[in-house]
């Protein structure tokens, strides 16, 4: 076949893959956290599953079965509950917007008479009344979306283990990169979604116990709502479990309790949010070191793109645009100094961009 018809026909045939998955992407947007899902346990559970085939001589059908079963008890059916738990807990506080605005109001003229500034102002507490229904709407959704997305995941998984050969084996075929780089690509997205998977639970737990045991201490009515709330609010970039214990905190403060206030502010911003470095910094030991920029925009965009699992795919889809940067630097601009790596190990600094060769 002569090359200019080849090429011709290469380029329809690469045209019309790409219009059929925009296509298709569109449709299944709603549904793309149980592929994302699927994806992420797949990448978790890779392992169990060709130790069961390889090594122990399962049968591919059975050895999938197994680890779906033991997804769907161990993780998948405790993840829901705690949605519905986080949707039972928060229908179960009673929201008055009048008495928040008051409350609020209060406090301001309190500030206002002894440091002599005004923190609120009737324009700027418009938003109290709207809150609550917005907030209550998006908690129904997501929940129902999680069940969805779940029962969709649990299928997938099955298949994609099964196949997990010809997947592995078809997916470095059909990337357009050089053997190194496609071993590097599949190696950094398997360590960026294991840090986010394990990492995100790990710390959203820890924090919510820490949070319980310190509010069932100080006395704080209804602890196990507020822990709750603050291990939801640990997947929120920079400001996170901070929503949760600076309003407590402030609260005890407009009450008169100064002393409680100030310890409630103290405990938040030492146990609670300490934690949260210190647990970071030791999964980082054994994970992978993501560049904080890029977590904070990739949960950002992740969440509102895809939702819960959002948290894990909006960060690797920045560090993917980030590791190609790197790699076409590295490969095609004559003395570039970058390498084509996004995640660090223990002793190394996390690079974005400006990542330099390694001595020999």
Known sequence: MPNGKSRYHRVVLVGLILLLTVVIFRELQPYLGGFFGAFTLFILLKGVMVKLVE???WKKGLSASV???GTTLFILIPLTGFGFLVADTISGISID????MRT???FSDSVEERF???LFTPENLAFVPRAGSSIMQTLVSGVSSMVINGIIAIFLLYFMLVSYKSLEETTIEILPFSQENKHILTEETKSIIQANAIGI???AITQ???AYIGYLSFGVSNPLVYAVLVACTTIIPVVGTGLVWVPIGISALAQGDIMRGILLLGYGLLIIGGSDAILRF???KRLANIHPLITFFGVIMGLAMFGFWGIIFGPLLISLLLLFLNMYRHDFIPGSTAQPHITTKEGGKAGILFRKKQAK
Not at 97 to 100: G, L, M, T
Request: charged share 10%.
């Open 67 to 69: 680890i779906v079963l």
């Open 208 to 210: 919510g116990i820490l």
């Open 201 to 203: 639970p790990v710390v």
């Open 97 to 100: 917007p009048a008495q928040i």
């Open 116 to 118: 002599g500034f005004t």
């Open 282 to 284: 030791i999964l980082q």
């Open 104 to 106: 609020m109001r209060e």
């Open 55 to 57: 090594k122990y001589h």
